[in-house]
């Protein structure tokens, strides 16, 4: 496989299944299985499997050539969604992964405050960023490694990582190295550790810190932006931040990620600035096809309303069978009775009962993320149905 977390070995399998198609909310196996998926695709895919707009205009847009490096108008579209949905966001450039996202908001970050250190939280994931591949969640966790051989300690010698929801670990922190502080990164929901909503007061102190200390507030919205509210986290919550990095929905499905914030810091990046910052298949007409295809529906706020309809029903049901931590279309069945606040927490979830329950499910034709520490993924393919079935099966595990 050619990413770790697809594996089945947390789960207590030797071999993941291979996919064969997806229609909506299932998924059918090179075997003919067919599996209702709760992950769908780890969050881009609000609209289900092979979306009929998506699909169309991807093949549109292929029909007139794959690539150019040439800018084309569907870039500077898709751009424009993002800016009028992301409310932090003045402008923004496309690149192909979560990973190059993060990437480049670090160094823009470092560039703009000509500083160095990063503040991250364990169990929070920015890609596989050497510099941010420290305390890193969900694929790092599951797989155990404490870091990733290969990373030189020099690249993580300005990262400093604080507990998820701990105002005074940051507080202290910042009074500590404040002076050289270029950046706090967050997932304003943590969605890498499994679902870790943000405490009352802990977005709004990040940004009181960032403030008082001269460093950036970076929001990854990879996995939040246009799933809990279209504006992402920060418009849910009202905490703006001056960096956001995005991905997963808003490529709908193709390799596409992006990152913005104020005027005046992308404005740094060339060719307008003096940071480097590159990519030969960035804006691929395809990927920006299949954005356009997906953004342009997300300004109708009942897609809103239905897929907290969803996710409320989905919670409810759960409820009874361990801790579910919900934000709009994102929930984690943790494994325990006990509230997760951060990183510490999600460890202590049962993940041996939840492989357990994984495959339960697997056998009943439910696919959940092969780890506790991701996940649910509604989309608007999830419907009552589907819902009341995965309930269903989870119940029947006792
Ligand atoms: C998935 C994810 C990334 C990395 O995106 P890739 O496209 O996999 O490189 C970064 N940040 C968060 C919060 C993510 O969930």
Redesign the pocket.
Known sequence: MN?PVRAMRAVGLDEPLFVGRGEGAYLEDVDGNRYLDWVMS??PLIFGHADLETVAAVRDAAERGTSFGAPTEAEVELAAEIVDAVPSVEKVRLVS??????MSAARLARAFTARDRILKFAG?????VDALLAGAGSGVATLGLPSSPGVPPATTKDTIVCKFNDVDAVASTVAEYGEGLAAIIV?PVA??MGVVPPEPGFLEALRRLCDASGALLVF?????GFRVARGGAQELFDVMPDLT?L??IVGGGL?L?AFGGRAEIMDRLAPSGDVYQAGTLSGNPLATAAGLAVLRRLGDPSVYEQLEQRGARLESGLAPHGRVQRVGAMATLFMTDEPVRNFDDAQRADTDRYGALFRHLLDRGIYLAPSQFEGMFVSLAHGDEEIDRTIQAIADFG
């Open positions: 990413s780890w969050g992964s979560g990973t190059e996202a993060a929070c994931y920015h890609g596989h997932e969605g890498n990854d919205e990879v996995i939040t990095i991905g997963k390799p990620a």
